[in-house]
């Protein structure tokens, strides 16, 4: 073989090399977003750096993004995070369970939802993939996930970037009040404790917790952005639902409420037979003061039917069979 010939070969196959890559380059060069998406583009080429090129933002057509380049896709439509006292609804997308102390030391178990969205602004987009796009998250199944990588990732990024921080203003605002100043019945449980009955008196636990609710919004979207370094979720809005009591502790309270229906249906009872017990002496008193009128009663006593009626006759009056 020539070395020409040589030469046109290696020619062919580079030029057939090259159109591969160029058509793979091509395919993988595309990407498009839906209505609920927003994607970042960092330069992925071998040529490239790993900037930030560009946002597309959501419901896109399909979109030049160059060869190679990565695409971080994020949220965009309004997201939603549950907390609960369930242990059975706890998941790994999204419920967790949470418990904080009251100022009285008992756990409360907390039901509520947090509201929020990802900041679209392309600047903040563009560093926000820049500081936490760049790094993996540990979920819950302890695997390592960056945010972007579907809804496990973006729930490990969560919860161990933002829900440190929900815990912390529902630790501070919920240890400010007492458990019986967010559940009633939890007086059962104080006064077992002093060994003294109590009398529960009328409270208003939904306003104690609209005051804990109003606390934790007026801070926490402060508080996210400080923990993150910028705005990058807006429009949060916590809704707390209810505040519970620990299982072992809500059997407590079942118990004590059990008793003290026990004790006042006994008062009843003792207060009934007492009312009783004097109207019957009030009655004895008219009879001893009015032999006729007992003469009387004892008549309207008698059951229906009865044609002879002997007072007075200690051995009774014989009466037929037939």
């Not at 380049?69 to 997308?93: E, M, N, W």
């Not at 939802?113 to 796009?133: A, R, V």
């Not at 007086?187 to 002093?194: K, M, N």
């Not at 606390?215 to 707390?240: C, H, P, W, Y």
């Amino acid at each position: 073989m020539s070395l020409r010939t040589t030469l046109v070969s290696a020619a062919t196959v580079a030029a057939l090399i090259a159109a591969v890559v160029t058509t793979i380059g091509l395919f993988h060069g595309f990407d498009s977003t839906n209505g609920g998406e927003v994607a970042v583009i960092r330069d992925g080429g071998p040529l490239d750096d790993n900037r930030v090129r560009d946002v597309i933002d959501p419901g896109s057509g399909l979109t030049w993004t160059g060869w190679w380049s990565q695409v971080h896709k994020y949220p965009a439509q309004q997201r939603f995070y549950t907390i609960t006292a369930d242990a059975k609804r706890s998941t790994l997308l999204g419920v967790d369970v949470v418990t904080v102390p009251s100022s009285d030391g008992v756990n409360m178990g907390i039901e509520g939802t947090l509201y929020f969205s990802m900041n679209l602004d392309h600047q903040t987009l563009k560093l926000f993939d820049d500081k936490f796009g760049t790094r993996r998250f540990r979920g819950q199944d302890n695997e390592m996930r960056y945010a972007w990588d579907g809804e496990e990732g973006w729930s490990g990024f969560f919860g161990q970037a933002i829900r440190p921080v929900i815990d912390n203003a529902l630790r501070s605002q919920v240890g400010a009040f007492r458990c019986a100043e967010l559940v009633s019945s939890c007086a059962f449980v104080e006064s077992g404790a002093q060994q003294k009955a109590i009398r529960l008196a009328p409270q208003d636990n939904n306003a104690t917790l609209t005051k804990v609710q109003n606390a934790i919004n007026s801070t926490l979207e402060r508080d996210v952005q400080q923990m993150l370094g910028a705005r990058f979720l807006v429009d949060l809005k916590f809704n707390l639902v209810r505040v519970t009591l620990p299982a072992q502790v809500q059997a407590a309270v079942d118990r004590s409420q059990a008793a003290f229906a026990a004790v006042a249906e006994a008062q009843a009872t003792v207060a009934s037979a007492r009312a009783q017990a004097e109207a019957n002496k009030v009655r004895q008193d008219g009879y001893n003061k009015c032999g006729t009128c007992a003469e009387i009663e004892k008549l309207k006593a008698l059951p229906q039917g009865i044609t002879v009626y002997a007072p007075g006759n200690a051995g009774g009056v014989a009466l037929p069979t037939k």
